[in-house]
């Protein structure tokens, strides 16, 4: 019996953090309707606009992971009581509000530099273009994962937003060397000709980026407190993440399409196949180097 009332215990304890994020889901489609200058229902509702609904469920989803970081670093395994319940609560709903405030500020700044030449609003609402619609929404996704994992590293708001900062850095300078090497042009090709092929393929490298990313900012903030290893773990994870994924192109034109290249299906073809195997592959690669890709036993701390 004893056991049965610490099952149900830790249960109703589980339950109280569901309705808190609850909550804070609500809260965020709240900023997300307020913030936009623009009405989400008419578009989604009465327009239909499927470019908009992209870019709403990249922020869902990145609202969930930032959600799943902020619990899981304020939840305790032992001495469940009333007084620490409400603790728990406060601390989860006080990194909650940081890391959906981050994820705001990260969506405007994908938009800005991630689509550099691209107005985004005009885009989505104006012409619903879903190509720029995914890459906004692979963007919010995967920098959810970001904050969610500095979050869950140590729970510290601090964290957080270093590991934020070093993550849109990162997502930049992944995203320009991309465009490199496809040799595209954001205005032309994603804004202008609306090519969903390449919207897919940059969405999907994005996304599996900031798994990596997600990694590095979760190993980083659980180091010994030495900001040089921490940054130097981050550093670790999206150098050779961006490495490795990059890579990943030679193997596609070599494997999948022997007689032809992604550039030319992709940047000129705008085969969407061609994008969806491209995304689907950097996120295979993305999710395998997670767990692959180890920090020495002797940064983590004890």
């Known amino acids: 019996m004893d056991g049965l009332r610490e099952l149900g215990s830790y249960a109703l304890y589980g339950l109280a953090f569901v309705l808190a994020a609850g909550v804070f ?27 908009l609904g992209v870019v709403l469920v990249g922020y869902l989803l990145g609202m969930i992971a930032v959600l799943c970081g902020s619990v899981g670093a304020n939840q305790r395994t032992t001495g469940l009581s009333l007084g620490g319940l409400g603790a728990d ?47 906004l929404g692979c963007g919010l996704a995967g920098m959810g994962l970001v904050i969610g994992g500095a979050l869950h590293g140590c729970g510290c708001w601090k964290a957080a937003i270093f590991a934020c900062c070093l993550g849109l850095v990162a997502v930049v300078a992944y995203t320009r060397v991309y465009r490199l090497l496809l040799r595209y042009n954001n205005r032309v090709d994603l804004a202008e000709r609306e090519n ?104 983590i701390a004890p």
């Open 25 to 51: 889901m609500a809260l965020g489609k709240w900023l997300f309707d307020t913030l936009t200058p623009y009405s989400v229902r008419t578009q989604l509702v009465e327009r239909g606009n499927p470019a």
């Open 89 to 135: 609560l406060w601390g989860m709903s006080w990194h909650a509000a940081i890391g959906l405030a981050l994820l705001l500020v990260a969506g405007l700044i994908i938009d800005r530099l991630c689509l550099a030449g691209v107005v985004a609003t005009q885009a989505v609402i104006d012409r619903r273009n879903v190509s720029v619609g995914v890459v």
């Open 196 to 299: 969903l092929a390449l919207g897919i393929g940059l969405g999907g490298h994005v996304l599996a980026y900031c798994l990596l990313l997600m990694r590095g900012a979760y190993r980083a903030t659980m180091l010994k407190p030495h900001p040089l290893e921490a940054l130097a773990a981050f550093a670790y994870y999206a150098g050779l993440g961006a490495l490795l994924l990059l890579g990943l192109r030679l193997v596609n034109d070599r494997l999948f399409m022997p007689r032809t290249s992604l550039r030319l299906e992709m940047v000129e073809r705008r085969n969407t196949s061609a994008g969806i195997v491209e995304a689907a592959l950097a996120i295979a690669v993305g999710s395998i180097l997670v767990f692959a890709l180890r920090v020495p036993p002797s940064w």
